[in-house]
């Protein structure tokens, strides 16, 4: 099939541009580089050896959207193009509904006049909130406690209700838990904007000499060892992740949701240990108080991605640290 990725520069989506191509299938890029940058691009027509089509634009431009769909033959979509940082959402909450609701409103209006009925959206574990139990299944209580999660939440809702009133749709909701690692070349990986976030890419980036030391946000959650347990999964795990949920989406229509975790929960601790372990290297670290709006514990049940798409992780955490190192001391600089 060929797929449009709607935001396929970012991390997860050149990751999975990259898994579509070697599971013989053809991609589409289009994105405004608002979480990404054109080297990206070249680096993976360095990786699949294909001219991958590109359009630098606003996902949430009907008409520019709309010249893509016309200039390609598109199969499918998978969605990615939406801002992701919580903090962020926080503070510009307008911005995150403005963006991540239009560039999902466009894509529906144009997918219609296209008659394209195939789309993969990008949700998260966040839409889970504040657990009443680990692991999470899909089918349990959702909240949330930031702008963004409550973005994927209602774009989830909104794919479910056009999906219901439109029987040729076939939509595959996949919640990711904590994507991280990077393609073995060391090519492709996580690049965020100024300090990171996530815990991984703030390993790294100490682990590199660009950050002094690891803040380890709160010892007093009640899990093994104090600190926040997550279900980390490789990004190249996640992307083909994409490659099965599409391939379902071709032979079905009506809307499923999809954990893509692991099911394994590791703390921080562990993180910082496996970290060490693979690479051999030492991450100084500080307790610090909590982060608000963490919580203590989140990682999936995985059996509906087995059962359902005949999918499941194959990579380990040391897989995970060491590829993430790969990365990060191959491009110090992520891709500038
Ligand atoms: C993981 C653990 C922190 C940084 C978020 C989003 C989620 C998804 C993934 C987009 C927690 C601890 C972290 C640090 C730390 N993003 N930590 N020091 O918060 O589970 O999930 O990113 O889809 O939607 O909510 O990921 O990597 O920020 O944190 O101690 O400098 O590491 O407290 O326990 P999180 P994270």
């Known amino acids: 099939m060929n797929i449009l990725l709607a935001g396929g520069a970012g991390y997860i989506g050149s990751h999975t541009c990259v898994e579509l191509i070697n599971a013989g299938h053809s991609a589409v890029i289009a994105d405004d580089f608002s979480n990404s940058c054109p080297e990206v691009l070249k680096r993976l027509e360095e990786l699949t050896n294909t001219k991958i089509p590109f359009y630098n634009i606003d996902v949430a431009d009907n008409e520019k959207l709309d010249k893509v769909f016309k200039e390609n033959k598109i199969d499918a979509v998978i969605h990615f193009a939406g801002f992701k940082a919580v903090g962020e959402s926080c503070e510009k909450p307008l911005m995150y509904y403005r963006n991540n609701l239009d560039t999902t409103f466009a894509l529906l209006e144009v997918m219609k006049k296209n008659n394209v009925t195939k789309l993969v959206f990008s949700s998260s574990a966040t839409v889970y909130g504040i657990p009443e139990s680990v692991p999470l299944r899909e089918g349990m209580k959702t909240g949330c406690t930031n702008p963004y999660g409550r973005t994927k939440l209602m774009i989830e809702e909104i794919l479910t209700d056009v999906s219901a009133a439109d029987e040729s749709l076939s939509v595959v909701l996949l919640r990711y838990f904590n994507p ?157």
């Open 180 to 336: 991280i690692g990077a393609h073995k070349s060391g090519r492709i990986g996580e690049n965020p904007n100024g300090i990171p976030n996530n815990l991984m890419p703030y390993i790294t980036q100490v682990a590199v000499g660009k950050l002094p030391s690891l803040g380890v946000f709160g010892d007093d959650y009640n899990t093994p060892d104090g600190t926040g347990v997550r279900d980390y999964i490789h990004v190249v795990d996640l992307a083909k992740g994409h490659i099965k949920a599409i391939e379902y989406a071709e032979k079905h229509t009506g809307t499923e949701i999809v954990n893509l975790g692991t099911g394994i929960g590791y703390s921080v601790l562990d993180i910082v240990k496996a970290f060490e372990q693979a690479n051999g290297l030492k991450i100084p670290y500080v307790i610090k108080a909590r982060r608000p709006g963490d919580i203590a514990e989140c990682y999936a049940d995985p059996a509906k991605a087995r059962n359902l798409l005949g999918w499941q992780a194959e990579k380990d955490l040391q897989d995970m640290c060491r590829d993430s190192w790969n990365w990060q001391s191959n491009n110090k600089n992520g891709y500038e």
